[in-house]
């Protein structure tokens, strides 16, 4: 997800945050549309995420802190039950693939992506401390992986980055989050709209293994 503009929406702006959401907002044209993301009980509050939920539970809270001016009691804030798989791993190791991740900007040429997945493969496949995909630096890293192949045309390898990254995503987010759905429509547009021949039986089973071939 990136940030494009700043809108007002004065209705909008009266929900509050939880990292742990039962709604989400999305936009056609100018007009925002609030859509929930699960069953909602009769008295629940709607509630919407400011930010952006899979980093572990202390950078929410400092985000939070730093625009917002506000801590979050949420239930995930709460028992920060998914933290130590954010973070699994060597520290050393995803400390590591943080900085390398932080450091990526967008490549303007060929050789600049075949420089970005360079790194992102020695990064991969390096023998500091295996990351297991749940880690969220490793996850970025697998993205970062993904879009450099799929701007070298190197689909095999396109499809192979995208599939470890879903079901980590599924992991990271409890409910049909927009993040996790822009992430399904990227790999699945990308393998169904550029692939190349002969690739596309791979391609769905990869998809019904994840439970999105229904979808499309």
């Known amino acids: 997800m990136q940030d494009v503009g700043v809108g007002l929406y004065p209705s909008m702006s009266l929900l509050n945050h939880s990292c742990d959401p039962n709604c989400v907002i999305v936009f056609e044209g100018y007009q925002l549309l609030l859509r929930s993301v699960r069953e909602i009980q009769i008295g629940e509050e709607l509630t919407i995420s400011y930010i952006e939920s899979l980093m572990p539970t202390s950078e929410r809270q400092k985000q939070l802190m730093r625009q917002y001016c506000f801590e979050c009691d ?16 060597e520290e050393c190791a995803w400390k590591e693939v943080k900085d390398a991740v932080n450091e990526v900007r967008y490549p303007k040429s ?105 979808c499309f």
């Open 74 to 89: 949420c239930h995930l804030c709460q028992d920060q039950e998914k933290d130590a798989e954010k973070l699994a791993g």
């Open 110 to 214: 060929k050789e600049e992506w075949e420089q970005v997945l360079a790194r992102c493969q020695s990064l991969l496949s390096s023998d500091t401390g295996p990351l297991p995909d749940t880690n969220i630096y490793q996850l970025k890293m697998l993205d970062c992986a993904m879009d450099a192949c799929i701007n070298l045309e190197a689909w095999e390898q396109a499809l192979c980055y995208g599939s470890r990254t879903l079901g980590p995503y599924r992991f990271c987010y409890t409910t049909y989050n927009n993040v996790c759905c822009c992430e399904y429509q990227h790999f699945t547009f990308y393998i169904f709209s550029l692939i190349k021949p002969g690739f596309h039986q791979h391609a769905l089973f990869c998809l019904r293994k994840f439970h999105l071939a229904a």
